[in-house]
Protein backbone atom coordinates (compact mmCIF):
# COMPACT_ATOMS: atom_id res chain seq x y z
CA UNK A 1 0.00 0.00 0.00
CA UNK A 2 1.14 3.67 -0.75
CA UNK A 3 1.90 5.47 2.47
CA UNK A 4 3.53 9.03 3.03
CA UNK A 5 5.60 10.36 6.19
CA UNK A 6 6.80 13.61 6.79
CA UNK A 7 8.89 14.88 10.02
CA UNK A 8 9.53 16.41 12.09
CA UNK A 9 5.60 16.63 13.27
CA UNK A 10 6.63 20.36 14.93
CA UNK A 11 9.78 22.53 14.82
CA UNK A 12 10.44 25.74 16.52
CA UNK A 13 13.08 27.43 15.03
CA UNK A 14 14.64 31.13 15.45
CA UNK A 15 14.64 33.39 12.60
CA UNK A 16 17.60 33.26 10.75
CA UNK A 17 18.67 29.54 11.01
CA UNK A 18 18.32 27.13 8.59
CA UNK A 19 15.26 24.32 7.78
CA UNK A 20 15.46 20.98 5.81
CA UNK A 21 11.91 19.48 6.21
CA UNK A 22 11.67 15.89 4.69
CA UNK A 23 8.96 14.04 2.96
CA UNK A 24 9.02 9.95 1.70
CA UNK A 25 7.12 7.59 -0.01
CA UNK A 26 6.16 4.73 -0.11
CA UNK A 27 4.35 2.12 -2.20
CA UNK A 28 4.99 3.73 -5.61
CA UNK A 29 7.70 4.78 -8.15
CA UNK A 30 8.37 8.26 -9.54
CA UNK A 31 5.57 9.67 -8.31
CA UNK A 32 4.32 13.75 -8.68
CA UNK A 33 5.46 14.87 -5.30
CA UNK A 34 4.23 18.59 -4.03
CA UNK A 35 5.03 20.88 -1.20
CA UNK A 36 1.65 23.16 0.11
CA UNK A 37 1.65 25.83 3.00
CA UNK A 38 -1.51 26.34 5.11
CA UNK A 39 -1.90 29.70 7.40
CA UNK A 40 -4.07 28.74 10.39
CA UNK A 41 -7.71 27.33 9.57
CA UNK A 42 -6.74 28.02 5.89
CA UNK A 43 -6.50 27.26 2.58
CA UNK A 44 -3.27 25.54 1.16
CA UNK A 45 -0.94 27.35 -0.84
CA UNK A 46 1.46 25.51 -3.56
CA UNK A 47 4.62 26.21 -2.80
CA UNK A 48 7.13 23.55 -5.45
CA UNK A 49 5.90 20.28 -7.26
CA UNK A 50 7.93 17.75 -8.88
CA UNK A 51 7.99 14.98 -11.49
CA UNK A 52 11.21 13.50 -11.11
CA UNK A 53 14.16 12.74 -9.50
CA UNK A 54 15.91 16.13 -9.98
CA UNK A 55 13.11 18.02 -11.44
CA UNK A 56 11.58 21.08 -9.15
CA UNK A 57 9.09 23.49 -10.30
CA UNK A 58 8.25 26.69 -7.95
CA UNK A 59 5.25 28.60 -7.87
CA UNK A 60 5.74 31.20 -5.72
CA UNK A 61 8.77 32.98 -5.14
CA UNK A 62 10.12 32.96 -1.45
CA UNK A 63 12.75 32.24 0.81
CA UNK A 64 12.35 28.41 0.58
CA UNK A 65 13.65 25.77 -2.17
CA UNK A 66 13.49 22.38 -2.97
CA UNK A 67 15.01 19.70 -3.75
CA UNK A 68 14.32 15.80 -4.82
CA UNK A 69 17.51 13.34 -4.63
CA UNK A 70 16.01 9.97 -4.98
CA UNK A 71 12.69 9.01 -6.61
CA UNK A 72 10.73 9.14 -3.86
CA UNK A 73 12.39 11.49 -1.65
CA UNK A 74 11.53 15.41 -1.44
CA UNK A 75 13.26 17.87 0.74
CA UNK A 76 11.84 21.39 1.44
CA UNK A 77 14.77 23.26 2.96
CA UNK A 78 15.61 27.25 3.79
CA UNK A 79 19.29 28.51 4.75
CA UNK A 80 17.69 31.67 6.47
CA UNK A 81 13.82 31.10 8.16
CA UNK A 82 12.08 34.15 8.08
CA UNK A 83 8.89 35.29 10.68
CA UNK A 84 6.78 35.04 7.64
CA UNK A 85 7.99 31.39 7.24
CA UNK A 86 5.79 29.98 10.04
CA UNK A 87 3.18 27.47 8.92
CA UNK A 88 1.81 23.98 8.70
CA UNK A 89 3.76 22.83 5.42
CA UNK A 90 2.04 19.73 3.91
CA UNK A 91 3.60 17.25 1.39
CA UNK A 92 1.54 15.28 -1.13
CA UNK A 93 1.53 12.58 -3.95
CA UNK A 94 -1.90 11.82 -5.95
CA UNK A 95 -4.01 9.41 -6.00
CA UNK A 96 -4.04 7.92 -9.27
CA UNK A 97 -7.62 7.16 -10.67
CA UNK A 98 -9.57 9.28 -8.46
CA UNK A 99 -7.40 12.38 -9.11
CA UNK A 100 -7.25 13.18 -5.55
CA UNK A 101 -4.06 14.02 -3.12
CA UNK A 102 -2.75 11.43 -0.34
CA UNK A 103 -1.08 14.06 2.05
CA UNK A 104 1.12 13.54 4.65
CA UNK A 105 0.74 14.57 8.44
CA UNK A 106 2.20 17.59 8.10
CA UNK A 107 5.08 20.25 9.94
CA UNK A 108 3.91 22.65 12.20
CA UNK A 109 6.79 25.21 11.61
CA UNK A 110 6.95 28.37 14.29
CA UNK A 111 9.46 30.83 13.10
CA UNK A 112 10.91 32.80 16.60
CA UNK B 1 -6.44 36.32 -5.93
CA UNK B 2 -7.64 32.75 -5.27
CA UNK B 3 -9.19 30.30 -7.77
CA UNK B 4 -11.83 28.82 -5.70
CA UNK B 5 -14.00 30.82 -3.64
CA UNK B 6 -15.21 29.15 -0.34
CA UNK B 7 -18.22 30.29 1.18
CA UNK B 8 -19.29 30.66 4.17
CA UNK B 9 -15.75 30.98 5.62
CA UNK B 10 -16.72 30.02 9.15
CA UNK B 11 -20.14 27.42 9.77
CA UNK B 12 -21.87 26.93 13.22
CA UNK B 13 -24.70 24.71 13.44
CA UNK B 14 -26.21 22.50 16.24
CA UNK B 15 -25.83 18.64 16.23
CA UNK B 16 -29.20 17.74 13.99
CA UNK B 17 -29.33 20.86 11.60
CA UNK B 18 -28.37 20.75 7.88
CA UNK B 19 -25.29 22.76 6.16
CA UNK B 20 -24.56 23.67 3.08
CA UNK B 21 -20.80 24.88 1.73
CA UNK B 22 -20.57 26.40 -1.39
CA UNK B 23 -16.88 26.60 -4.06
CA UNK B 24 -17.37 28.52 -6.94
CA UNK B 25 -14.98 29.51 -9.58
CA UNK B 26 -14.50 31.90 -12.80
CA UNK B 27 -12.86 28.75 -14.16
CA UNK B 28 -13.87 25.40 -15.77
CA UNK B 29 -12.34 22.31 -13.87
CA UNK B 30 -11.59 18.86 -15.41
CA UNK B 31 -12.71 17.61 -11.93
CA UNK B 32 -12.99 18.47 -8.33
CA UNK B 33 -12.29 17.36 -4.69
CA UNK B 34 -13.50 17.70 -1.22
CA UNK B 35 -11.44 17.21 1.47
CA UNK B 36 -12.08 17.25 5.17
CA UNK B 37 -8.85 18.45 7.52
CA UNK B 38 -9.25 18.09 11.72
CA UNK B 39 -6.46 20.35 13.32
CA UNK B 40 -2.84 19.28 13.13
CA UNK B 41 -3.44 16.82 10.47
CA UNK B 42 -3.31 16.57 6.52
CA UNK B 43 -6.63 16.97 4.37
CA UNK B 44 -8.25 13.46 3.90
CA UNK B 45 -10.31 13.27 0.58
CA UNK B 46 -13.55 12.80 0.87
CA UNK B 47 -14.93 12.38 -3.10
CA UNK B 48 -13.48 13.66 -6.20
CA UNK B 49 -16.46 15.11 -9.20
CA UNK B 50 -15.73 15.00 -12.68
CA UNK B 51 -18.69 15.11 -15.07
CA UNK B 52 -20.94 18.44 -14.80
CA UNK B 53 -23.95 18.15 -12.91
CA UNK B 54 -22.64 14.63 -11.33
CA UNK B 55 -23.85 14.25 -7.45
CA UNK B 56 -22.32 11.94 -5.20
CA UNK B 57 -23.34 10.79 -2.04
CA UNK B 58 -21.28 9.54 0.75
CA UNK B 59 -23.61 8.21 3.84
CA UNK B 60 -24.71 11.95 5.00
CA UNK B 61 -23.01 14.15 2.87
CA UNK B 62 -24.39 15.38 -0.59
CA UNK B 63 -21.78 16.37 -3.29
CA UNK B 64 -22.72 18.38 -6.58
CA UNK B 65 -20.61 19.42 -9.26
CA UNK B 66 -22.14 22.18 -11.46
CA UNK B 67 -23.46 21.73 -14.86
CA UNK B 68 -20.51 24.16 -16.26
CA UNK B 69 -17.85 22.57 -14.09
CA UNK B 70 -17.23 26.05 -12.35
CA UNK B 71 -18.84 25.06 -9.08
CA UNK B 72 -19.40 22.49 -6.74
CA UNK B 73 -21.76 22.29 -3.19
CA UNK B 74 -21.26 20.28 -0.04
CA UNK B 75 -24.30 19.41 1.94
CA UNK B 76 -24.67 17.24 5.26
CA UNK B 77 -27.60 16.22 6.60
CA UNK B 78 -28.61 15.90 10.05
CA UNK B 79 -25.00 16.72 10.85
CA UNK B 80 -22.71 15.25 13.97
CA UNK B 81 -20.22 16.70 16.15
CA UNK B 82 -18.03 14.18 14.61
CA UNK B 83 -18.41 16.29 11.09
CA UNK B 84 -16.56 19.08 12.55
CA UNK B 85 -13.71 20.16 10.49
CA UNK B 86 -12.27 22.08 7.51
CA UNK B 87 -14.10 21.34 4.48
CA UNK B 88 -11.33 22.53 1.17
CA UNK B 89 -12.35 22.12 -2.09
CA UNK B 90 -9.85 21.84 -4.71
CA UNK B 91 -9.98 21.88 -8.12
CA UNK B 92 -7.83 20.73 -11.46
CA UNK B 93 -7.89 23.23 -14.57
CA UNK B 94 -7.73 20.40 -18.08
CA UNK B 95 -4.03 20.04 -19.29
CA UNK B 96 -2.90 20.71 -15.79
CA UNK B 97 -2.23 18.20 -12.94
CA UNK B 98 -2.03 20.81 -10.15
CA UNK B 99 -4.64 21.45 -7.81
CA UNK B 100 -5.62 24.84 -6.78
CA UNK B 101 -7.25 24.68 -3.20
CA UNK B 102 -10.10 27.09 -1.80
CA UNK B 103 -9.71 29.11 1.30
CA UNK B 104 -12.01 26.65 3.32
CA UNK B 105 -14.56 26.39 5.79
CA UNK B 106 -14.91 25.62 8.86
CA UNK B 107 -17.85 23.82 10.12
CA UNK B 108 -18.39 23.35 13.59
CA UNK B 109 -21.12 21.20 15.16
CA UNK B 110 -22.50 21.66 18.67
CA UNK B 111 -23.65 18.70 20.25
Known amino acids: SQTIHQWPATLVQPVGSPLSLECTVE??????LYWYRQAAGRGLQLLFY??????ISSEVPQNLSASRPQDRQFILSSKKLLLSDSGFYLC???????????FGSGTRLTVV | TQLLEQSPQFLSIQEGENLTVYCNSS?????LQWYRQEPGEGPVLLVT?????EVKKLKRLTFQFGDARKDSSLHITAAQPGDTGLYLC???????????FGAGTTVTVRA
Open chain 1, 27 to 32: GTSNPN
Open chain 2, 27 to 31: SVFSS
Open chain 1, 50 to 55: SVGIGQ
Open chain 2, 49 to 53: VVTGG
Open chain 2, 90 to 100: AGRIFNDYKLS
Open chain 1, 92 to 102: AYPQGRSRGYT
